[in-house]
């Protein structure tokens, strides 16, 4: 009986249980539970659709991080490359991740407005929608976003309006990043509310600049660490409040119409480590309470109404590496005590009134890289000690009052890149200790009274562009040695005592006057004022054919992409033919043959597959045409997308080419690598023959650069990344390929790009495997505007009219355009002294506030400059260029606004850190 009792007790509580399930099911499917809503909305949303419609399985999706009951607490796809949310932004339901705390979506194109139901994620302490590309006002619905401390929507130029007043309610706010938008009204006064408030950055804005001032009430925010305001349209004085902010780190409040003094109250922001005022009305002195900032590393006070001498007290700021006080009215004398500030880097006293003489303990500073002391008053002779600077790249003397002879330690400045000691009075020789300098790339002495005669070690300094002797008493013949520099474009020994001939300047980039077929002068002639000069000789017709250039712009452009193109696909199509007839390839004719494998299907049903995805070759199909053959989009049977490069009958059938095929089948099957265009397969047929490549579905680089809506969507970070992949994809080709390949034709138009513009190097029709027991004369192949300048006579192909095409792609990428004009300015380097790289950067992106994406620029810059050297030894090579993209980055010390092209030409923006191998 008890058994039968205890069995009953347990049928009963089983039953019970039952039920209970059963009911908690039914309630489930009425009442859907939060963990239900996050799924449906992330399935409706359509963020995920390429991705998985699994909702079960969202908490592993990319960039999904959920709690330990399964709610998502992080949605982060900045870096999720097969995540495409675009106008599906406002799609995605809000209200349904009740504990989301973090929404990351920057850097990817979303498009639109920002959806005012982003202001229900109740409980979000983060939201990133930087360089999104978004565009309207800032919807008031954020200030519901009680819990938010960190909000960055910088970087979205089409952002406008104004500040909403609803962002006074985000009291634990840390970092409100609203810079290098288009918000216009003023800096609204709730701003100085947010006690919590520790980074503000609003750069790079339209406020109105007739009655934006900075309110005194800033004192309230005590936490701020960044406050940065620059480029903001503010007027009026910098309020004395700033001083109480006693956390603050980095202060900017550059180009603006600032005026008044530099409060003394700023010597309070003991903290303090970057002080930008540049480009502002600021007058008065420094004050003195300014040299306590003892945390001080850079202090930029140019381009204002500054006055006053330089303090001996300024050796308080012990850990300043950076200090540019340019283009003011300071006098006095240069303090002894700068020389006490041993961490110094850079130092811009140019631009002033500044007198006395240059003292020599300078050369204690063993960490100097830059000294600008030109345009000021100095005077006495130049300190021996200055050759103790082995670190020294830069030095300006220029346009001071500077007498005496050049010291011989000048020699020892091995690091040295530019030099100018114009318009002193300097005397005595040339020091022949000049030829040590092996990284020289411009030298100026003119207008001085120097003597004696031109030292023959100068043809040594083999990088030298720009050589300035003008308006000396030099005397003697003129040195053959100069003739065979081949950097060199701006030579002026104008207005000296010079005798003899002119040396024939074979190996320069000098332009020459041509008067019907033989040339008669330079131009401006750098040898007038020489009246016992002999006339200049002729170069040899090779230099004047390397160095001339009538071909208008759109036909060395368009003409030989088109000549290249069709000599591509002709060599594809003729090769395979080949292939087939001697069997030399491997090809298992199956019926069943998968059309997406390499080799292993029948010609003849792919041929028939192909004619009907492209409803035989139908044009609506075609997306590019060339002289010798065409390019198609088809979809396979198997659903792949490709592109096919069908070569017309006539030329398919001439044996002529069929050695340009060959090449192309043998490199492309041999070849893979992430960066470079995939070949699926080929196709042989009685009819015609073609290449299966992998389809790019936003077609080359040349097109989307010259295409508005697409570059614009081609942000600064895209680009940046679209230059390294060239970059990994040349150094596999020339470094882990054996024997290595010279891709010979790197252009824009030979660089695709798929949906997320990465890039892919495609095309090797006229490429050549390097075989180091043969000649590599051949005839000049390449896109003009593309081709290294000494193929024009040397006909040999290297590694390194590669790295000249890079550099030209490089620059066309980062310019929007073509570089042919900065291309004639690098021939003439004084050209480029006023001229800044934003003047030159695509103007259709706004210029790029995120540090890091600025050095980037800066660094990919440099390096292009680098490549363009005109002597191929001189050149990287790509692994170099690649090894560089690896190295830590470095502060530009400067704003990215103020650096100019003859900086990055002389490699003064430096770059470089950690040594690592290129990944290819």
């Known amino acids: 009986m008890a058994s039968s009792s205890t069995f009953s007790i347990l049928l009963g509580i089983l039953q019970a249980t039952i039920l209970l399930i059963s009911v908690a099911r039914t309630v489930t499917m009425a ?8 799924a449906v909305a992330m399935v409706e949303s359509g963020w995920w659709s390429n991705y998985s419609n699994n909702a079960s399985e969202r908490c592993q999706w990319p960039g999904i991080l959920c709690n330990t009951a399964g ?15 675009g106008d599906r932004f406002g799609k995605l339901n809000f209200s349904s991740f009740p504990n989301l705390v973090l929404l990351d979506l920057s850097d990817r194109q979303l498009g639109g407005n920002i959806p005012h139901q982003i202001g229900k994620l109740s409980a979000l302490k983060h939201l990133d929608l930087s360089n999104c590309g978004l565009s309207g006002e800032l919807p008031p619905s954020l200030g519901n976003l009680t819990q938010l401390e960190y909000l960055d929507i910088s970087y979205n130029d089409k952002i406008n309006g104004s500040i909403p007043q609803q962002l006074g309610n985000l009291v634990n706010l840390v970092t409100l990043n609203l810079s290098a938008n288009s918000l216009g009204g003023n800096i609204p006064p709730f701003l100085w509310l947010l006690t919590n408030l520790r980074h503000l950055i609003l750069d790079r804005n339209q406020f109105d600049d007739s009655i934006n001032t900075i309110p005194q009430n800033l004192w309230n925010l005590r936490r701020l660490e960044t406050l940065s305001l620059s480029s903001c349209g503010i007027v009026g004085p910098i309020p004395s409040a700033l001083g109480q902010l006693l956390n603050l780190k980095y202060l900017d409040l550059s180009e603006n119409k600032i005026n008044g003094s530099i409060p003394s109250e700023i010597g309070f922001l003991s903290n303090l480590t970057l002080l930008h005022l540049y480009n502002n009305k600021l007058g008065g002195s420094i004050p003195f309470s300014l040299y306590q900032l003892t945390n001080l590393e850079t202090l930029y006070l140019d381009s204002n109404q500054l006055k006053g001498s330089i303090p001996q007290n300024i050796e308080k700021l012990k850990n300043i590496n950076f ?3 340019t283009n003011n009215s300071f006098t006095g004398h240069i303090p002894l005590a700068l020389c006490r500030l041993s961490k110094l880097e850079s130092i811009y006293l140019d631009k002033n009134q500044i007198s006395g003489s240059i003292p020599s303990c300078l050369g204690k500073l063993f960490n100097l890289r830059t000294l600008y002391l030109d345009s000021n008053l100095l005077e006495g002779l130049i300190p021996k000690e200055i ?4 670190n020294l790249t830069s030095l300006r003397l220029s346009q001071n009052k500077l007498s005496g002879s050049i010291p011989f330690l000048i020699g020892n400045l091995e690091a040295l890149r530019f030099l100018d000691l114009t318009k002193n009075r300097l005397i005595g020789s040339i020091p022949i200790e000049i030829e040590n300098l092996a990284n020289l790339t411009s030298l100026s002495l003119s207008q001085n009274k120097l003597s004696g005669s031109i030292p023959s070690c100068i043809g040594n300094l083999s990088n030298l562009y720009n050589l300035e002797l003008d308006s000396n008493l030099l005397k003697g013949p003129i040195p053959e040695e100069i003739g065979r520099l081949f950097q060199l474009s701006n030579l002026n020994l104008s207005f000296n005592e010079l005798s003899g001939s002119v040396p024939i300047l074979s190996a320069t980039k000098l332009r020459i006057i041509d008067a019907g077929n033989n040339c008669n002068k330079i131009s401006p002639d750098p040898f007038d004022g020489n009246s016992r000069l002999s006339p200049y000789m002729c170069p040899s017709p090779v230099t004047n054919k390397a160095n001339s250039s009538t071909i208008p712009y759109y036909i060395k452009i368009f003409l030989p992409i088109a000549i290249f193109s069709t000599f591509s696909i002709l060599g594809y199509f003729l090769f395979s033919r080949f292939k087939l007839k001697n069997n030399s390839v491997s090809v298992q004719p199956t019926k069943n043959g998968d059309l997406c494998s390499i080799w292993n299907y029948d010609g003849k049903i792919a041929y028939e ?4 995805a492209t409803e035989d070759f139908d044009f609506r199909y075609c997306i590019g045409v060339g002289g010798y053959g065409s390019v198609y989009r ?5 659903g792949k997308v490709v592109a096919l490069k069908k070569l017309h009958r006539l030329e398919a059938e001439n044996p002529a080419f069929d050695k340009s095929f060959k090449n192309e089948i043998k490199f492309l099957t041999e070849i893979r690598h992430r960066s470079i265009v995939k070949l699926h397969g080929y196709c042989l047929h009685r009819r015609s023959m073609f290449l299966i490549y992998e389809y790019m579905e936003k077609g080359s680089l040349f097109c989307n650069l010259r295409d508005e809506v697409e570059a614009v969507e081609m942000d600064w970070t895209k680009r940046v990344e679209i230059i390294k992949g060239i970059a990994h994809a040349l150094s596999y080709l020339h470094n882990d390929c054996s024997p290595p390949i010279v891709h010979r034709d790197i252009s824009s138009n030979n660089v695709l790009l798929n949906s997320s513009f990465e890039a892919f190097v495609a095309d090797f029709g006229t490429a050549k495997m390097l075989d180091l027991e043969s000649s590599n004369r051949t005839i000049i192949v390449g896109t003009c505007g593309y081709v290294a300048p000494e ?4 006909m040999v192909v290297t590694e390194k009219c590669d790295v000249y095409s890079f ?26 002294v006023n001229m800044r790289l934003i003047d030159v950067l695509d103007n259709r992106l706004p210029l790029p506030t995120i540090p890091l994406v600025a050095q980037n620029l800066v660094r990919i810059a440099t390096l292009a400059f680098a490549c363009l050297n005109p002597q191929p030894k001189s050149r990287p090579t790509i692994k170099e260029v690649c090894e560089e993209f690896l190295h830590g980055q470095t502060s530009l010390g400067i704003p990215l606004r103020m650096i100019s092209l003859l900086q990055l030409v002389n490699r003064e923006m430096h770059i470089g850190g950690r040594t690592e191998t290129c990944n290819a």
């Open 31 to 38: 009442d859907p539970s939060p963990l239900a809503s996050e």
């Open 71 to 85: 709610s998502i607490i992080q949605i982060d796809i900045s870096d999720a490359s097969n995540i495409e949310v």
């Open 323 to 325: 200090l540019s006080i």
């Open 387 to 390: 050759g103790n600077l082995a």
């Open 609 to 612: 597959d192909i004619v009907a």
């Open 634 to 638: 088809a979809q396979l049977p198997c």
């Open 791 to 794: 193929l024009a006579y040397t």
């Open 807 to 832: 550099g030209v792609v490089t620059l066309e990428t980062l310019m929007g355009k073509h570089p042919e004009e900065l291309l004639s300015w690098l021939s003439s380097p004084t050209s480029l």
